[in-house]
């Protein structure tokens, strides 16, 4: 999923050269570990796509738990808001662009197989049945 994610979301942080929040204020200090380059820009949020895309599956593989799953993405998307790393409207963003990369990766037929597999093996593992509505078809 990272570097699924990487493929979209660096264009775009190249293309709107959003200023992090601790580049455009100076009384910010992150407490996320930073690269400190100026062309490290915030929008949209790569750890915030990479955190949608990777709920967003384990929400097809365990269906059952979606809401939690999702939230905890919310979660985590929020947490980069909170250490200094981004703005709101950069995790908003992320959540967008992972919505839509999910909707294409879904249809990819080796990714398929690959969470047909994953579903299988993580529903047995949680002791879970293994159900037709938790792996791709």
Avoid: W
């Avoid at 100076?26 to 990479?50: Q, V």
């Amino acid at each position: 999923m990272k570097n699924d994610e990487s493929i979209i979301v660096n264009p775009a942080k190249k293309f709107f050269h959003r200023p992090r929040p601790y580049h455009f204020d100076a009384t910010i200090h992150s407490i996320c570990k930073t690269t400190g380059n100026r062309e490290d820009f915030s929008y949209p949020s790569g750890h915030g796509t990479t955190g949608y895309l990777e709920a967003m599956v384990l929400a097809q593989i365990v269906p059952e738990k979606r809401d939690a799953i999702l939230a905890r993405a919310d979660d985590y998307a929020h947490s980069r808001e909170v250490c200094g790393a981004h703005y709101a409207s950069d995790e908003a963003a992320s959540r967008i662009v992972a919505t839509a990369m999910i909707g294409i990766i879904l249809n990819h037929p080796q990714f398929k197989e690959e969470l047909a597999a994953a579903g299988t093996e993580t529903r047995a593992a949680l002791g879970l049945p293994v159900s037709l509505s938790a792996t791709a078809k």
